[in-house]
């Protein structure tokens, strides 16, 4: 308890200040923001020009606060009730493991493990204070020495020998031995042990005394990314990202990301443009402060990709459980901030997207079959995309966010599900026997899965040509059944017509355009009298 309400002191101090000029949430989400900082809330109430006003007094919240009750959370799960098992018996527990291993229940568990590893003694001097194994760390006025770094050096990227004894640091009462507890965990993607474990009690606050040649007094988030060509592990980060601002408490842009690379090697990052969701600023790579005494008056370590049970790689979903509110509310704040519209449904027109992959294995081999005979059908609107780096993903986005429908082979284009919007259908036309990696990230997402069920109706090419394990159904080409393709897109057309959220936006929209039929005929009479 004591640590929740230091941690909130530190985070609410820095929000008071941009009080609510650059919150940037789409309006679903502010209600939650809004009951979470509750100082801002009332600068808010008592501000007759703030334009936030109907979003104050909800009662709504994420889910991890201590107050938050479960009518007042984002949302719960829907499970089946269908797992049965020694440790899970009943449709609560159930609901219970898939919120906490992939909703707003693993936030909330990263708050509970948090320990205090550095105490300050005054108000102004350092604070540490890390989750279990160092998988997510906050540091105030913190001291980094990077004299060993020789960047240009290196060809690992998160090489572990950077720092020795007292080259990382604080002016705050360490607690070493509850620091060496905790790296069981050490690994690149999985911890910042290796980055934090020289860290000691400076005799002096950093940035005195010339201590350091940099200081950063913007706030600082300092990842460990994972393949930046892969849309399926670049976004690990950026999920991983999105709940460390829910565990740090603050939304802001206004904010620097260092990129934790030990190398000078470039960093192919084929979506980079999601960064303009969490940062107004150009990402800082580590290389800038070779050989350098560098302190950050305030510093989030996130949640890393490839954490041991964690967000979603390596993440032990439970089966029979569908939609994540963390996951929901990422694909909002994304897509709002970015700036990308959904247009909704279309009148009579269900919207569905075939992905082309055009590499050298898991391409269909009739796909021009397959599109051709969907095109008949006048209920739909098919189109065929082919998704490389040369298209912006910006215009990626735009599409996948309209697709009812997602179709495509097993490889990372499919994680466009985390854009699809609520009623949509993730169609993985073959997994080729990985079958839990996108059935589970559009559970997380909360979207239907659909995959091939008659294995007498797919044509593999050959064995598969793995180049160290033989024989591999990844390693090669399929052609598939028509009609079975046309039925299966017939199920997954009856499944988005019939969702609620499908038939209220549309119903929306329909209402939102009889009103402007009914503004535009008003005006024209307008115009008549003028003219008369």
């Not at 572990?160 to 069981?184: P, S, W």
């Not at 470039?266 to 070779?290: I, M, P």
């Not at 990626?396 to 997602?406: A, G, V």
Request: hydrophobic residues 35%.
């Amino acid at each position: 308890m004591l640590l929740r309400c230091l941690t909130a002191f530190v985070f609410l101090s820095r929000v008071q200040s941009s009080q609510y000029d650059n919150i940037n949430l789409p309006d679903e989400l502010l209600p939650y923001w809004f009951n979470s900082h509750t100082d801002v809330a009332e600068q808010c109430r008592a501000d007759d020009k703030c334009p936030y006003k109907a979003h104050l007094d909800s009662g709504r919240c994420w889910g991890y606060e201590l107050n938050c009750t479960r009518d007042g959370q984002y949302s719960w799960p829907r499970c089946d009730g269908q797992w049965k098992s020694s440790r899970i018996s009943t449709l609560e527990q159930q609901e219970r493991s898939f919120y906490r291993a992939g909703d707003f229940g693993y936030v909330q568990h990263r708050l509970e493990e948090m320990t205090v590893l550095c105490q300050p003694r005054d108000r102004d001097d350092s604070y540490l204070a890390c989750s279990n194994f160092l998988q997510y760390c906050r540091a105030t006025d913190i001291y980094f020495n990077f004299r060993n770094l020789r960047s240009k050096k290196r060809r690992s990227r998160y090489d572990e020998d950077v720092f020795q004894a007292g080259d990382v640091g604080g002016r705050c009462k360490m607690d070493r031995k509850a620091l060496k507890t905790m790296g069981q965990h050490k690994s690149p993607l999985q911890s910042w042990y290796a980055e934090l474990q020289e860290y000691v009690d400076l005799n002096s606050h950093p940035g005195s005394n010339h201590t350091c040649d940099i200081v950063i007094d913007k706030p600082t988030y300092i990842v460990k990314l994972d393949a930046g060509v892969s849309l399926y592990h670049h976004y690990c980060d950026f999920i991983n990202l999105y709940a460390s601002m829910h565990v740090n408490g603050s939304f802001d842009t206004d904010v620097l990301v260092v990129m934790w690379d030990t190398s000078s090697m470039r960093y192919n990052d084929f979506f980079s443009e999601t960064w303009k969701a969490f940062t107004d600023h150009a990402v800082v790579h580590l290389q800038e402060y070779d050989g350098k005494k560098v302190c950050f008056r305030d510093a989030v370590f996130p949640l890393l990709p490839r954490m041991r049970f964690g967000l979603y790689f390596n993440m032990p979903l439970i089966s029979g459980c569908n939609g994540s509110g963390l996951f929901d509310s990422f694909n909002k704040m994304l897509l709002h901030r970015l700036r990308i519209e959904q247009h909704g449904p279309t009148e009579n027109k269900v919207r569905v997207t075939v992905l082309s992959r055009k590499t050298k294995y898991r391409n269909i081999v009739n796909e021009d079959v397959i599109v051709n005979a969907l095109k008949t059908d006048s209920r739909l609107d098919v189109s065929c995309v082919t998704f490389t780096h040369r298209v912006p993903f910006v215009d990626q986005l735009r599409h996948s966010s309209n697709t009812d429908i997602f179709i495509g082979m097993h490889g990372s284009g499919l994680a466009h599900v985390l854009f699809q919007p609520d009623w949509g259908v993730l169609f993985e036309i073959y997994n080729c026997d990985d079958r839990n990696c996108y059935n589970d990230l559009a559970r997380l997402r909360g979207v239907k899965y659909m995959t091939w069920q008659r294995e007498n109706k797919v044509f593999q090419e050959d064995e598969g040509h793995h180049p160290t394990l033989g024989a591999h159904k990844k390693f090669t080409n399929y052609a598939f059944d028509v009609e079975e393709v046309i039925r299966l897109v017939g199920e997954a057309r009856e499944y988005v017509v019939n969702h609620p959220a499908y038939v209220a936006s549309l119903e929306k929209k329909r209402l939102h355009s009889f009103d402007v039929a009914d503004k535009e005929q008003d005006q024209s009479k307008f115009v008549v009298k003028d003219e008369l």
